[in-house]
Antibody, heavy 115, light 112 residues
Framework: EVQLLESGGGLEQPGGSLRLSCEAS????????MTWVRQAPGKGLEWVSSISGSGGTTYYTDSVKGRFTISRDSSKNTLYLQMNSLRAEDTAVYYCAKGGGCYDWGQGTLVTVSS | DIVVTQTPLSSPVTLGQPASISCRSS???????????LNWLQQRPGQPPRLLIYKISNRFSGVPDRFSGSGAGTDFTLKISRVEAEDVGVYYCLQTTQSPYSFGQGTKLEIK
């Protein structure tokens, strides 16, 4: 059974940093692209970033380019999202998903950016 | 960037009746590898999203056969043959043919 467990969310001030983690189990982690998707309160889904199975290729939505960095550690079966220069508009539940097509999802972690 | 537009944004449906949601992309979703990476997801209230359909018409594991997907190029449709109470939620299409990937705005399915 695929399991994805996000952690690292919380309250951060504008301009601050957070690192999200997503611990994966139940599948061969290194074989799959992994994705971060966010959902602002009461809003729809927004694709944020994806990373290839090898970690060699990354993709970002324009609004986070230069501020967020996706990475993965296959020895720990863990996906990361380093978020710097946080803005109020980054406030959302952040989900990690298996595959570029988002085949399986975690429960999400809430990031709140506010002073 | 590819823009994905869903219609309608809200769909009141009677239990047992069919429902249909449209998804239109601003450019063709046919990838250079010949596949079309258009997926459909369901998000029930208070839950994370769940994949229903991948690559236009393939039902994901555990998805009831009352859900079906069709389409090609830039026009795609999700159909529910007979709506059940557990189908209430928001439905999204997602294109992963070209980065940046993009979701539709979502269609809220509710029972009349």
């Amino acid at each position: 059974e695929v399991q994805l467990l996000e952690s690292g969310g919380g309250l951060e001030q504008p301009g601050g940093s957070l690192r999200l983690s997503c611990e994966a189990s139940g599948f061969t982690f290194s074989s799959y692209t992994m994705t971060w998707v966010r959902q602002a309160p009461g809003k729809g889904l927004e694709w944020v970033s994806s990373i290839s199975g090898s970690g060699g290729t990354t993709y970002y939505t324009d609004s986070v380019k230069g501020r967020f960095t996706i990475s993965r550690d296959s020895s720990k079966n863990t996906l990361y999202l380093q978020m710097n220069s946080l803005r109020a508009e980054d406030t959302a539940v952040y989900y990690c998903a298996k595959g570029g097509g988002c085949y399986d999802w975690g429960q999400g972690t809430l990031v709140t950016v506010s002073s | 960037d590819i823009v994905v537009t869903q219609t309608p944004l809200s769909s009141p449906v009677t239990l047992g009746q069919p429902a249909s949601i449209s998804c239109r992309s601003s450019q063709s979703l046919v990838h250079s590898d010949g596949n079309t990476y258009l997926n459909w997801l369901q998000q029930r209230p208070g839950q994370p999203p769940r994949l229903l359909i991948y690559k236009i018409s393939n039902r994901f594991s555990g998805v009831p056969d009352r859900f079906s997907g069709s389409g090609a190029g830039t026009d795609f449709t999700l159909k529910i043959s007979r709506v059940e109470a557990e189908d209430v939620g928001v439905y999204y299409c997602l294109q992963t043919t070209q980065s940046p990937y993009s979701f539709g705005q979502g269609t809220k399915l509710e029972i009349k």
